[in-house]
């Protein structure tokens, strides 16, 4: 396959993870931050660094955006002008309307656009679809996702939801996404928020967020996070229901599947262990195979645009303390993939 040249735009904690990956891929990476980090990746990994963002995409085949959110529509729309593929770091855009437009330009560009959606690539979560889809749960009716981890404070903007859109948006789309993901569209959403929730965060602030979420499936998934104090370790958990048995995990307390259940929930019927693949190298080696010509991904532009439509309600229910339908605006034109 033809060497992938990818502009890296950013050099924050998501750019660390993603350089690696395409390394691992023999791409030829130039990077461009507004900072003085891109330097500093660019010395430590052997990357070209761009003065510009034009100089970046200048050739690139792929544009892979590790930005702020606020920054996202602007970048990729830059990208397409300059015929590049984008990764686009979560959430695509603070808005469904910027998150439409975005995957509309991919659309008319005839180029690709994938939103990070990283957590359908952790091993756990690929599991419980696996499980799902094989039947060993039955008929799902409900489902509970957590998220725990410390307030973003290494970068401010995380505190300002005009910025982030806050521990919703930020955060809770990764589990929102899964849920859509495993058990269908959502047509209702309700929605809370406590804690901190603006910007300048204080020392050791805390912030918190829950979402029931209603499928056209029927059934109800809730998602829960949690931005807490420094110390707060990562933990992510789920437990989902079905007329055979439940499937529970979490990341802190084991790291496999447990599955317990009725005489219809047979021993062995999910495989356990430690499925440890970096989910980052995994997310990139499929948008890189894809960029390459190769199979549709497991997420897609339109996955991006109806996450940022589900926080969108989200917020709006936690604002108002009233359920929100969630209506499907995507054009019917727009497939999953893009014309080349």
């Not at 982030?164 to 789309?173: N, R």
């Not at 029927?218 to 110390?231: E, F, K, N, R």
């Not at 307390?253 to 929930?265: D, E, I, K, N, R």
Request: hydrophobic residues 45%.
């Amino acid at each position: 396959m033809k060497r992938l040249e990818v502009a890296v735009i950013g050099a924050g904690f998501i750019a660390r993870t993603h350089v690696p990956a395409w390394i691992a891929l023999g791409a030829r990476i130039r990077i461009f931050s507004t900072d003085d980090q891109a330097a500093l990746l660019a010395e430590e990994f052997g990357l070209t660094k761009a003065a510009r963002l034009d100089e970046a995409l200048d050739g690139a085949s792929v544009a892979d955006i590790c930005t702020p959110t606020a920054t996202h529509r602007d970048i990729a729309l830059a990208a397409f002008a300059a015929g590049a593929d984008v990764l686009c770091e979560k959430p695509l855009a603070l808005t469904p309307q910027d998150a439409q437009e975005m995957a509309e330009a991919a659309h008319k560009a005839g180029r690709l656009l994938y939103p990070g959606h990283v957590v359908r690539f952790f091993p756990a979560y690929s599991r419980l679809r696996d499980a799902l889809a094989s039947g060993a749960l039955g008929r799902v009716a409900v489902a509970r996702f957590t998220r725990t981890g410390r307030y973003p404070t290494w970068s401010p903007w995380f505190a300002d939801p005009a910025l982030s859109g806050g521990i919703v948006t930020d955060q809770m789309l990764h589990d929102m996404d899964i849920a859509r993901w495993l058990f269908g569209e959502v047509v209702g959403i309700h929605a809370t928020q406590r804690g901190h929730l603006t910007a300048p965060a204080p020392e050791a602030p805390v912030a918190t967020g829950s979402a029931t979420l209603t499928h056209e499936s029927g059934v109800i998934s809730q998602v829960l996070g949690v931005w807490g104090p420094p110390a707060t370790p990562f933990r992510y958990t789920f437990h989902v229901a079905g007329s055979n048995g439940t499937l529970t995990h979490d990341s802190l307390a084991h790291p496999s599947l447990h599955l317990t259940g009725s005489a219809g929930a047979q021993e062995g019927a999910v495989p356990t262990g430690d499925f440890g693949e970096d989910p980052f190298a995994a997310q990139i080696r499929e948008f890189a195979s894809a960029f390459q010509g190769g199979p549709a991904p497991r997420v897609n532009a339109l996955d991006g645009v109806a996450a940022v439509r589900i926080a969108a309600a989200a917020r709006r229910s936690a604002a108002t303390g009233l359920a929100v339908a969630v209506h499907d605006a995507a054009p019917r034109t727009l497939t999953e993939g893009s014309p080349r």
